[in-house]
T-cell receptor
Framework: DTGVSQDPRHKITKRGQNVTFRCDPI?????LYWYRQTLGQGPEFLTY????????KSRLLSDRFSAERPKGSFSTLEIQRTEQGDSAMYLC????????????FGPGTRLTVT | TQLLEQSPQFLSIQEGENLTVYCNSS?????LQWYRQEPGEGPVLLVT?????EVKKLKRLTFQFGDARKDSSLHITAAQPGDTGLYLC????????????FGPGTSLSVIP
């Protein structure tokens, strides 16, 4: 299967710990997006990359959030000093530049901060 | 500010019934996508509409983009339990082509 993959699928951490999530996009896609989704809501845009360039990061929720895509392939999303309010589903999606509106999502990482 | 609104928020129907869910905005979108999401999974793309007034059919699902490209509807004929899920609309604004904005979703439950 060559779809978008995310790891881990579930993460439970204690408040104050750092967590890192990984996303592997569809290999031909040059755009990669990160979203956060809380219960009963649609995905909330966080940031996106075109190849290795991070083109939009103003929507990252705070300076505790950072994302990288060092070689233009996989990406990581890190949350430092986690808070209970960070508990959510973190979704990754990828797309072609020419069809950037159609995004293909991974299964998500469910974060629980205790 | 919620740029995309969806209604109803929740819908529970019997198998075999028809239903329509709506996606509305005051903004014009260059395109609009519909996704279906099951619990614990990521959204799955169903369709993209780009032309005002466009109608697309996917088996028992009919999608329509409003003439002014501000709204859309999804009609399901003879709903099946497998249609259960969260239906999300997502729009790409003309002034921000790269960024897609999601609505809050309509949670559909089809009872056998």
């Amino acid at each position: 299967d060559t779809g978008v993959s995310q790891d881990p699928r579930h993460k439970i951490t204690k408040r104050g710990q750092n967590v890192t999530f990984r996303c592997d996009p569809i290999s031909e896609h040059n755009r990669l997006y990160w979203y956060r989704q809380t219960l009963g809501q649609g995905p909330e845009f966080l940031t996106y990359f075109q190849n290795e360039a991070q083109l939009e990061k103003s929507r990252l929720l705070s300076d505790r959030f950072s994302a990288e895509r060092p070689k233009g392939s996989f990406s990581t999303l890190e949350i430092q000093r986690t808070e209970q309010g960070d508990s959510a589903m973190y979704l990754c999606a990828s797309s072609f530049t020419s069809a950037g509106r159609e995004q293909y999502f991974g299964p998500g990482t469910r974060l629980t901060v205790t | 500010t919620q740029l995309l609104e969806q209604s109803p928020q929740f819908l529970s129907i019997q198998e075999g019934e028809n239903l329509t869910v709506y996606c509305n905005s005051s903004s014009v979108f260059s395109s609009l996508q519909w996704y279906r999401q099951e619990p614990g999974e990521g959204p799955v793309l169903l369709v993209t509409v780009v032309t005002g007034g466009e109608v697309k059919k996917l088996k028992r699902l009919t999608f329509q983009f409003g003439d002014a490209r501000k709204d859309s509807s999804l009609h399901i004929t003879a709903a099946q339990p497998g249609d259960t899920g969260l239906y999300l609309c997502a729009g790409a604004k003309e002034t921000s082509y790269d960024k897609v904005i999601f609505g809050p979703g309509t949670s559909l439950s089809v009872i056998p």
